[in-house]
């Protein structure tokens, strides 16, 4: 992975933070600590468009599934099919393991 302008020690610490995290419950507590309800929304809404986008549905049928915008939606198939692999390791692994309940 090449190193990119937001990499430092802080950031690397803060993902060891959340890589020790042992259950569903210490991700909630640790994420309602660390973002807003909004933000976490916003993040839930990116990862099931994400999900979706995989799945080759159309932009009108995510639109109506997770209530994102075109434009959110956009950013998110540029980020799967130009970005740093993030959301096609974690959806391919959870699919893998029959872990992603998206229904």
Not at 17 to 45: H, M, P, R, V
Not at 79 to 103: C, P, T, W
């Amino acid at each position: 992975m090449a190193k990119n302008s937001i990499q430092d020690k802080n950031l690397d610490n803060l993902f060891k933070g959340i890589l020790a995290l042992e259950s569903i419950n210490e991700c909630y507590a640790f994420f309602e600590d660390l973002c807003t309800i909004n933000e976490l929304i916003a993040l839930k809404q990116r990862f099931h468009v994400a999900y979706l986008v995989k799945q080759e549905k159309t932009y009108q049928e995510i639109a109506a599934a997770t209530g994102a915008s075109t434009a959110t939606i956009s950013r998110v198939r540029r980020a799967l099919e130009y970005g740093s692999d993030g959301y096609n390791i974690i959806i391919d692994r959870l699919v893998d393991s029959s872990e992603l309940n998206n229904k």
